[in-house]
């Protein structure tokens, strides 16, 4: 029967019962050294348990709470290149790079750092270099969306995260540009098209047949006009396409004037104004136009005169007034234009008249078809339309205007 521990050994174990933390009761120990009375340390056993019993507090019966989760879990290892973060990080992906995938369930995941230039590609989160429709300096371009060359030369489409490019031509008549923040081959003013093919307005119906159907300003280039687009005044009322070659309303254009000025034309476009022989020749000769004349008196009162046709022919004739095709009349109008048909135009300093020793243009401060003077001249400085109702001088508003038949 062993009746003492080595000294070696009940100091050890007395050392580990301090060191290591356990708190036991004294009587313990005591109960140790009753058992042991021999033992040459069982005072000093004593001394230590009173030792322990005066530094150390007893055992709470009471339970503590235990320390949160993620003080003692540590973060997951998220997938290359993901981050753990907040869920709500929005998530684009290779398809649609300025949308959110989806919104987390979860306070807390691994997510595609969008903001570093990341996005998912299936269930991989990817730099978005490594999207199959990136393109340098404009990023992804999403699915289903064009992306154009700097140049226009080509075209491209992002068709499930691949891009489908193809050879854009531009036409002669369209610019590269970027409009709407969308790049393209855009038509020339004057024309009209997809970009590729662009086809000039040759008038203002066919503006009207393009959906322009406000009254205004407009470009258009007759066939076969040797020169480049130009500006017309169109009328959209009356079915709509009307083309408007001359305009009278306050006598603030000098309408008295040479030759050259009535070929190239002049005033405001949008006020008064005479086109142009050569322009009214070029339109008036690509198709069969009708002619519309409106009129205005002091009191208000507004009619027109209407023909199924006007042509004139080019410089090298005189422009001369070929023909005016069937009258068609408003009330109390009668039909003085057909006096002028066949007639060359006249200014003052060119005379081509029918009337001996005297000059129209001249006579009456015009310019117009004369033939032994006239039945009618919109451009007088007192307009004149024979027959009027209320006098043939009772007009204070012209307008001229030109649509095909």
Same mark, same amino acid.
Not at 216 to 232: A, E, H, R
């Given at each position: ?110 997510? @595609?750092?969008?903001?570093? %230039?990341?996005?998912?590609? #299936?269930?991989? !989160? =990817?730099?978005?270099? /490594? *999207? ?52 393209? @081959?855009?038509?020339?003013? %004057?024309?009209?098209?997809? #970009?590729?093919? !662009? =086809?000039?307005?040759? /008038? *203002? ?201």
């Amino acid at each position: 029967m062993v009746t003492s521990f080595p000294k070696l050994l009940i100091t050890a174990f007395a050392l580990r019962m301090v060191f290591c933390g356990h708190l036991v009761k004294a009587t313990g120990l005591c109960e140790f050294s009753s058992k042991f009375p021999n033992s040459s340390n069982s005072s000093c056993l004593k001394t230590t348990i009173a030792s322990i019993n005066k530094t150390t507090p007893p055992i709470s019966s009471t339970l503590e709470e235990p320390p949160p989760t993620s003080s003692i879990l540590q973060k997951p290892l998220c997938p290359t290149n993901m981050i753990y973060s907040n869920c709500s990080t929005c998530q684009g992906t290779c398809e649609l790079p300025g949308e959110c995938k989806t919104n987390c369930s979860v306070p807390h995941s691994c997510v @595609c750092p969008q903001s570093g %230039g990341f996005l998912m590609r #299936g269930d991989d !989160c =990817v730099s978005e270099m /490594d *999207c199959g429709c990136f393109v340098q300096d404009r990023g992804v371009i999403p699915d289903g969306k064009l992306y154009v060359t700097t140049n226009c030369s080509k075209r491209c489409e992002c068709r499930a995260n691949e891009l489908v490019c193809s050879t854009l031509n531009c036409s002669e008549h369209s610019t590269c540009d970027v409009r709407g923040g969308a790049r393209y @081959c855009y038509c020339e003013e %004057g024309y009209h098209g997809d #970009g590729e093919s !662009c =086809v000039n307005f040759i /008038d *203002c119906r066919d503006l009207f047949n393009a959906n322009f159907t406000e009254n205004g300003v407009y470009i258009i280039k007759p066939l076969d006009w040797p020169g480049t687009p130009f500006k017309v005044y169109c009328n959209m009322t009356d079915g709509g396409g009307w083309t408007v070659f001359q305009r009278r309303l306050d006598h603030s254009i000098n309408f008295y004037r040479n030759w050259t000025s009535y070929k190239e034309g002049f005033g405001s476009l949008d006020h008064e104004h005479w086109l142009g022989n050569e322009i009214i020749f070029y339109l008036t000769n690509q198709k069969e136009y009708q002619l519309r004349v409106d009129f205005v008196a002091p009191n208000g009162h507004a009619s027109y005169a209407k023909y199924d046709l006007f042509r004139i022919a080019d410089e090298s004739n005189n422009y001369r007034l070929i023909g005016v095709g069937r009258y068609i009349k408003s009330s109390g109008f009668r039909d003085n234009l057909l006096y002028h048909v066949n007639q060359s135009f006249s200014t003052y300093d060119r005379d081509h008249d029918n009337k001996v020793n005297r000059s129209c243009a001249i006579d009456h401060h015009s310019a117009w078809w004369f033939n032994r003077c006239i039945y009618c001249d919109l451009n007088a400085p007192n307009i004149h339309w024979g027959y009027l109702p209320g006098g043939m001088y009772n007009i204070i508003y012209t307008e001229m205007k030109l649509r095909p038949g």
